[in-house]
């Protein structure tokens, strides 16, 4: 079945380094994707979006980049702190889909 | 505003029992979502609900059902209990504008079935 992945389940980052976190997704009608951040015993916290019809797009110390010809979506953390220790989790949907359907999930350590 | 709250935080029930998850979506939301979380399985989509109306639901037994009130508020309920059904039950509530929307998360009820 379709589904969106993840390529690496742990990320170790030194303090102050950037760091970049890889999906991989394979339904092609996939419209809108996101990145999410969910820290221990909390729900999934909005990190940023982005929509097909982009390749690019930044927030505050956050880039995500989509790449539609290889299915490719990543997320690029700047000047990674700790606080920035979670796991992510990309999603996609498609228009009129009403549901999102998730990665596995990349735990990000970030080493003092 | 206030985020997506969700009540109780925790629940412990036994095998055969059933539950009731409750779900208040973030002031102006009219969809609501509900996932479960688990460690084998990752994030799965249970059901979306809009207008007291349930518009897509995910490959889940009938035991797992939800309802959406007038206000929006949200209840899923899941029958005769499973160990497997030890889980983090996450809601979802979105705007619904535009097709595709943010869905923005409550944080979860951690239920344990022993």
């Known amino acids: 079945g379709e589904s969106v992945g993840l390529h690496l389940p742990t990320l170790s980052v030194q303090e102050g380094d950037n760091s970049i976190i890889n999906c991989a997704y394979s339904?092609?009608?996939?419209?809108?994707f996101i990145w999410y951040k969910q820290e221990s015993g909390k729900g999934p916290q909005f990190i940023i979006d982005?929509?097909?019809?982009?390749d690019k797009r930044q927030g505050q110390r956050v880039t995500v980049l989509l790449n539609k010809t290889v299915k490719h979506l990543s997320l690029q953390i700047a000047a990674t702190q700790p606080g920035d220790s979670a796991v992510y989790f990309c999603?996609?949907?498609?228009?009129?889909?009403?549901?999102?359907?998730f990665g596995a999930g990349t735990t990000v350590t970030v080493r003092a | 505003k206030a985020g997506v709250t969700q009540t109780p935080r925790y629940l412990i029930k036994t095998r055969g029992q059933q539950v009731t998850l409750s779900c208040s979506p973030i002031?102006?939301?009219?969809?609501v979502s509900w996932y479960q979380q688990t460690p084998g399985q990752g994030l799965q989509f249970l059901f979306e609900?809009?207008?007291?109306?349930?518009?897509n639901k995910g490959n889940f037994p009938g035991r797992f059902s939800g309802r959406q009130f007038s206000n929006s508020r949200s209840e899923m309920n899941v029958s005769t209990l499973e160990l497997g059904d030890s889980a983090l039950y996450l809601c979802?509530?979105?705007?619904?504008?535009?097709?595709?929307?943010?869905?923005?998360f409550g944080p979860g009820t951690r239920l344990l079935v022993l």
């Open positions: 609900y809009f207008s007291e109306t349930q518009r």
């Open positions: 982005i929509r097909s019809n982009m």
């Open positions: 002031s102006g939301h009219r969809s």
């Open positions: 979802a509530s979105s705007s619904s504008v535009g097709g595709v929307e943010t869905q923005y």
């Open positions: 339904n092609s009608a996939s419209d809108y």
């Open positions: 999603a996609e949907n498609g228009i009129y889909d009403y549901k999102l359907s």
